[in-house]
């Protein structure tokens, strides 16, 4: 283990020094442990590279606010270990890390495996509400239903000890890096990326995996050009915990064979060679599989004046950034001909030009809004702020602070609705689910 600059991650090596490196990468909530029944095996033939996500496992404190992010660090901790060309797997969010590896940086990856991934990992709007329980009650609830998440209920009743090893490594983490890490995760869709992947690819899922199961698997091996399907029966998300005998055999013969050649260096560039055929991996190969729909373009969008920029899609981000993606789903979904061009106006004026301006942070802007909310009595749009604040980062007591200083300047009965409407806001979206 090492001791890690703020752009750097926790690491450690098993294995021969001379040969090849095979990095795993961890899922979100764990450490680099989850991995240990694996390294016996794998290291008769690699040098195995494993490492901790930001706040994970006793690793500094360093939130990584984007799957890119994280991916860099990885990245300039192999750079200052002189690690060039390497295997890749990752499950869950470390699988994340390996599609954006061979999205951005193919030349250094000899071979690819994704354990319980997925393309894009539920919805923005789950993550981002996982971050708001974490930020008002802490890891704990997140950390009691890990085990429900993680393994069959026939595993986690027979091995209480890997189930209590779940909930505590939950625990120790830092609560800030999680929240983070979600925001990665809802921000992460390479759905339409997914034809670029030129690495040979294995997709391992559990058949009972209800987190990212084997229809997100099959989406990944339609839109992989190069991939095959793994399917463990009787595994659930955490697949290399709960059947690390079938996992570690699986990585084990995609490794062996499907690993392209190390390239070659001349002055300083990397020269790849030519794809070859290379053999299936045995347990698997997919059934055919319909082409993924084509996700439907927004509604054309008039033209702006001559020179001056269209804020548009910067608008529609940030609205669904802040507001939720079911929220702004429901809005557009009753937009008509007579009230299209109004929600364009919120679009472009409100989000793309005045919520994305530079010169005050989203925690602020939530702040400035509903205290001009309670002065203009708007309280259902009070309610559809309070969520985004709670989004934004606000917490439960500083939304109260804002609007006990509201109730002084804007008077005692609209703080008094004001109040009545966040409560229950507040109890909806910070109530740990059952």
Same mark, same amino acid.
């Given at each position: 283990?090492?001791?890690?600059?703020?752009?750097?991650?926790?690491?450690?090596?098993?294995?021969?020094?001379?040969?090849?490196?095979?990095?795993?990468?961890?899922?979100?909530?764990?450490?680099?442990?989850?991995?240990?029944?694996?390294?016996?095996?794998?290291?008769?033939?690699?040098?195995?590279?494993?490492?901790?996500?930001?706040?994970?496992?006793?690793?500094?404190?360093?939130?990584?606010?984007?799957?890119?992010?994280?991916?860099?660090?990885?990245?300039?901790?192999?750079?200052?270990?002189?690690?060039?060309?390497?295997?890749?797997?990752?499950?869950?969010?470390?699988?994340?890390?390996?599609?954006?590896?061979?999205?951005?940086?193919?030349?250094?990856?000899?071979?690819?495996?994704?354990?319980?991934?997925?393309?894009?990992?539920?919805?923005?709007?789950?993550?981002?509400?996982?971050?708001?329980?974490?930020?008002?009650?802490?890891?704990?609830?997140?950390?009691?239903?890990?085990?429900?998440?993680?393994?069959?209920?026939?595993?986690?009743?027979?091995?209480?000890?890997?189930?209590?090893?779940?909930?505590?490594?939950?625990?120790?983490?830092?609560?800030?890096?999680?929240?983070?890490?979600?925001?990665?995760?809802?921000?992460?869709?390479?759905?339409?990326?997914?034809?670029?992947?030129?690495?040979?690819?294995?997709?391992?899922?559990?058949?009972?995996?209800?987190?990212?199961?084997?229809?997100?698997?099959?989406?990944?091996?339609?839109?992989? %050009?190069?991939?095959?399907? /793994?399917?463990? !029966?009787?595994?659930?998300?955490? @697949?290399?915990?709960?059947? *690390? +005998? =079938? #996992?570690?055999?699986?990585?084990?013969?995609?490794?062996?064979?499907?690993?392209?050649?190390?390239?070659?260096?001349?002055?300083?560039?990397?020269?790849?060679?030519?794809?070859?055929?290379? %053999?299936?991996?045995?347990? /698997?190969?997919? !059934?055919?599989?319909?082409?993924? @729909?084509?996700?439907?373009? *927004? +509604? =054309? #969008?008039?033209?702006?004046?001559?020179?001056?920029?269209?804020?548009?899609?910067?608008?529609?981000?940030?609205?669904?950034?802040?507001?939720?993606?079911?929220?702004?789903?429901?809005?557009?979904?009753?937009?008509?001909?007579?009230?299209?061009?109004?929600?364009?106006?919120?679009?472009?004026?409100?989000?793309?030009?005045?919520?994305?301006?530079?010169?005050?942070?989203?925690?602020?802007?939530?702040?400035?809004?509903?205290?001009?909310?309670?002065?203009?009595?708007?309280?259902?749009?009070?309610?559809?702020?309070?969520?985004?604040?709670?989004?934004?980062?606000?917490?439960?007591?500083?939304?109260?602070?804002?609007?006990?200083?509201?109730?002084?300047?804007?008077?005692?009965?609209?703080?008094?609705?004001?109040?009545?409407?966040?409560?229950?806001?507040?109890?909806?979206?910070?109530?740990?689910?059952?």
């Amino acid at each position: 283990m090492s001791e890690t600059p703020p752009n750097t991650l926790q690491y450690r090596f098993d294995g021969p020094e001379e040969a090849p490196v095979l990095i795993l990468g961890p899922s979100l909530g764990t450490t680099w442990h989850m991995w240990d029944r694996q390294i016996p095996e794998l290291t008769k033939q690699w040098r195995v590279f494993r490492f901790d996500l930001p706040g994970h496992g006793g690793a500094l404190a360093h939130p990584a606010a984007s799957v890119t992010d994280l991916t860099a660090r990885l990245l300039a901790t192999l750079e200052g270990l002189g690690v060039h060309r390497f295997g890749y797997a990752g499950c869950a969010l470390g699988g994340a890390v390996g599609i954006e590896l061979a999205l951005r940086h193919p030349e250094r990856l000899a071979s690819l495996a994704l354990i319980a991934a997925s393309p894009r990992f539920g919805t923005a709007d789950e993550f981002r509400q996982r971050g708001v329980i974490v930020r008002t009650n802490g890891l704990d609830p997140i950390a009691r239903s890990a085990p429900e998440r993680w393994f069959t209920g026939g595993f986690a009743a027979a091995q209480p000890a890997i189930t209590e090893w779940a909930v505590q490594m939950v625990r120790t983490t830092d609560p800030g890096c999680y929240i983070a890490a979600c925001e990665a995760l809802a921000s992460f869709d390479v759905r339409a990326g997914l034809g670029s992947v030129g690495v040979p690819t294995l997709v391992l899922v559990g058949s009972e995996d209800q987190v990212t199961g084997p229809a997100e698997a099959r989406t990944l091996v339609a839109g992989i %050009p190069d991939a095959r399907l /793994a399917v463990v !029966p009787g595994a659930s998300h955490l @697949v290399p915990v709960e059947q *690390p +005998a =079938a #996992v570690t055999d699986l990585l084990v013969r995609h490794f062996s064979t499907a690993w392209q050649p190390l390239p070659e260096y001349a002055t300083g560039h990397v020269v790849l060679p030519a794809a070859a055929p290379r %053999p299936p991996v045995t347990p /698997a190969a997919a !059934p055919p599989q319909p082409a993924p @729909v084509a996700e439907i373009a *927004p +509604a =054309a #969008v008039p033209p702006q004046a001559q020179g001056v920029p269209d804020t548009y899609d910067s608008g529609i981000k940030v609205r669904r950034e802040v507001l939720g993606d079911a929220h702004v789903d429901r809005i557009l979904e009753q937009t008509d001909a007579f009230t299209e061009d109004f929600q364009e106006l919120v679009t472009r004026y409100a989000w793309g030009e005045v919520w994305n301006r530079p010169g005050l942070d989203r925690r602020t802007r939530s702040c400035v809004t509903l205290t001009a909310l309670v002065a203009g009595g708007h309280l259902d749009e009070l309610a559809v702020h309070t969520r985004a604040a709670l989004r934004n980062g606000l917490t439960p007591d500083e939304i109260k602070e804002v609007l006990l200083q509201a109730a002084v300047y804007c008077g005692v009965p609209a703080a008094s609705g004001a109040f009545r409407v966040a409560q229950q806001v507040i109890r909806e979206e910070t109530t740990p689910p059952e």
